[in-house]
């Protein structure tokens, strides 16, 4: 069973980036057909698909988010990363890594149960 554990900062100021990570176990990141989506919840509101990479290391980023999103991994350690820029409070929110297999790559996701597996989620606040 796949498990993935988010983590980063609780608290981050105005203008900087935010940096998250998604440890992923129970599975490879690279396995074939696998991708794995960063999503995010804002207070009262529903979940923004923010991209993707996949198990080749292909990229795609939600337009929304594609000027100042990188995702990347390691696959040595098994885990993604989430680099959001010139972050302002609008992007306080909780932050979730998820995974879909064979090939199925979700980017309108209703619920986290849209996934196969998903996090737990990390708060992450924008404030000076």
């Known amino acids: 069973q796949v498990q993935l554990q988010e983590s980063g900062p609780g608290l981050v100021k105005p203008s900087q980036t935010l940096s998250l990570t998604c440890t992923v176990s129970?599975?490879?990141?690279?396995?074939?057909?696998?991708?794995w989506s960063w999503i995010r919840q804002p207070p009262g509101k529903g979940l923004e698909w923010i991209g993707y990479?996949?198990?080749?290391?292909?990229?795609y980023y939600s337009p929304f988010f594609d000027d100042r999103t990188s995702i990347s991994r390691d696959t040595s350690k098994n885990l993604l990363t989430l680099q959001l820029a010139s972050v302002t409070p609008e992007d306080t929110a909780v932050y979730y890594c998820a995974g879909d297999t064979e090939g199925r790559i979700t980017v309108t996701p209703a619920r986290l149960s849209d996934y196969d597996s998903w996090g737990q989620g990390t708060q992450v606040t924008v404030s000076s």
């Open positions: 990479i996949g198990y080749d290391g292909s990229t």
């Open positions: 129970g599975g490879s990141i690279t396995a074939n057909k696998a991708y």
